[in-house]
């Protein structure tokens, strides 16, 4: 099965601030990688598909690149709503579909 | 409006059963493969598996075969996520998400339900 390491696991960022979350794959998957947002208490929500194709109604400020095995999600502009936990996953080998263990990216 | 609607939360006791379910609206409930994805207290997300409700036909993560059961009653656009004998390690969010491909190889889930929140307690 393909593995999925994100980095950092934590982050601490201020409004305003530029951050970029990195998501390893343990073999090449193309572009065939999701980004999902969750905050406390809700079910995660797509943002990116296919390495850097933002979900309809997702605000310009994400945005995501990558290739292979190495990806990136980047927050150009940080906003109060931005809090969360964010997960990678690969769709290029599956079943079964593996999510990075995700990132949560707290308030300074 | 796509809409997945769960069944609400269930506080069980080990060694019961219990089936909850994912009520698909606003689509052809038969076009998109549901998944089931498991979210244990302050963890991350895991693949439990898939099911095709045209056919019933099932792929399941190998952490969770035989511990679970997906079925789906396309009738009634709903999919079902089953335990015969719950133990406390199932305690956990359940998500049930909408498996939608788009051009070539890519797939993405979307939307998701509301989540069951599954206590098993004695």
């Known amino acids: 099965d393909i593995q999925m390491t994100q980095s950092p696991s934590s982050l601490s960022a201020s409004v305003g601030d530029r951050v970029a979350i990195t998501c390893r794959a343990s073999?090449?998957?193309?572009?065939?990688l999701n980004w999902y947002q969750q905050k406390p208490g809700k079910a995660p929500k797509l943002l990116i598909y296919a390495a850097s194709t933002l979900q309809s109604g997702v605000p310009s400020r994400f945005s995501g690149s990558g290739s292979g095995t190495d990806f990136t999600l980047t927050i150009s502009s940080l906003q109060p709503e931005d809090f969360a936990t964010y997960y990678c996953q690969q769709c290029y080998s599956t079943p079964p579909y593996t999510f990075g263990q995700g990132t949560k990216l707290e308030i300074k | 409006e796509v809409q997945l609607v769960q069944s609400g939360a269930e506080v069980k006791k080990p060694g019961e059963s219990l089936t909850i379910s994912c009520e698909g609206s606003?689509?052809?409930?038969?076009?998109?493969?549901i998944t089931w994805v498991r979210q244990m207290p302050g963890k991350g997300l895991e693949w439990m598996g898939r099911?095709?409700?045209?056919?019933?036909?099932?792929n399941y993560s190998p952490s969770f075969q035989g511990h679970v059961t997906i079925s789906a009653d396309k009738s009634i656009s709903t999919a079902y996520l089953q335990w015969s004998s719950l133990k406390a390690s199932d305690t956990a969010m359940y998500y049930c998400?909408?498996?939608?491909?788009?051009?070539?190889?890519?797939?993405?889930?979307?939307?998701w339900g509301q989540g069951t929140l599954v206590t098993v307690s004695s």
């Open positions: 606003g689509y052809i409930f038969t076009k998109y493969w």
């Open positions: 073999q090449t998957i193309s572009t065939n």
């Open positions: 998400a909408r498996l939608f491909y788009g051009s070539g190889t890519y797939n993405w889930f979307d939307p």
């Open positions: 099911i095709d409700p045209s056919d019933s036909y099932i």
